[in-house]
């Protein structure tokens, strides 16, 4: 049981929108910078957004991130075929004194 | 060029401990700041949040393992160590060790590839 929920699975055609939602407490999200990973088949996690919102030098700017409150929110906007993968959202969690991850969401682009 | 690289048994059995070693490349943990993390997958699963050392030499780990776990830094190898004791069947996944972002939050930004540890008798 992930301290973080996601969603499962989000579907969408190719150039659309889809949003991948986040959700925790005031012990993580609420009071830490949220970020998020992309794990391609086979591949090590690439972390996508850092610091809620800011995106790494090689994220295009399709992927995009937002926080309020205990939620964050991951939008990939014209979708590709390459998007397909799994996508983690993670935070640190006061309380814990630990990261925490999100139990990932399988992106498939139809 | 910041690497990092995973290296250790492939296979281990119900109860033995498993040592991980990630040879850092291009940054050191003597450097304020500096931290480096590991994390899992185990098949067909979410990651997992293991554990941090930092270059002040402060140690963080997941509460539900904490009891299995150390890590510990060897500068002058530039190499961090995960050991974790009485491995089970569970416990197969692949291993990553990264390196923690500077901007602040406790991300990772680096990551080595991973290596795949296999529990069974």
């Known amino acids: 049981q992930s301290v973080l929920t996601q969603p499962p699975s989000v579907s969408a055609a190719p150039r659309q929108k889809v949003t991948i939602s986040c959700s925790g407490s005031s012990s993580n999200i609420g009071n830490n910078y949220v970020f998020w990973y992309q794990l391609l088949p086979g591949t090590a996690p690439k972390l996508l957004i850092y610091a809620n919102n800011k995106r790494p030098s090689g994220t295009p700017d399709r992927f995009s991130g937002s926080k309020s409150g205990t939620s964050a929110t991951l939008d990939i906007t014209g979708l590709q075929t390459g998007d397909e993968a799994d996508y983690y959202c993670g935070t640190w969690d006061s309380s814990l004194s630990a990261g925490v991850f999100g139990g990932g969401t399988k992106l498939t682009v139809l | 060029q910041i690497t990092l690289k995973e290296s250790g048994p492939t296979l281990v059995k119900p109860t033995q401990t498993l040592t991980l070693t990630c040879t850092l490349s291009g940054f050191s943990l003597n450097t304020r700041g500096v931290g480096v993390g590991w994390v899992r997958r185990p098949p067909g699963k979410a990651l997992e949040w293991l554990a941090l050392?930092?270059?002040?030499?402060?140690?963080y780990y997941s509460p539900s393992l904490k009891s299995r776990l150390t890590i510990a830094k060897d500068t002058s190898r530039n190499q961090v160590v995960l050991t974790m004791t009485n491995m089970d069947p569970v416990d197969t996944a692949t291993y990553y060790c990264a390196h923690r972002g500077s901007y602040g939050g406790n991300y990772f930004d680096y990551w080595g590839q991973g290596t795949l540890v296999t529990v069974s008798s």
């Open positions: 050392i930092v270059w002040d030499d402060n140690k």
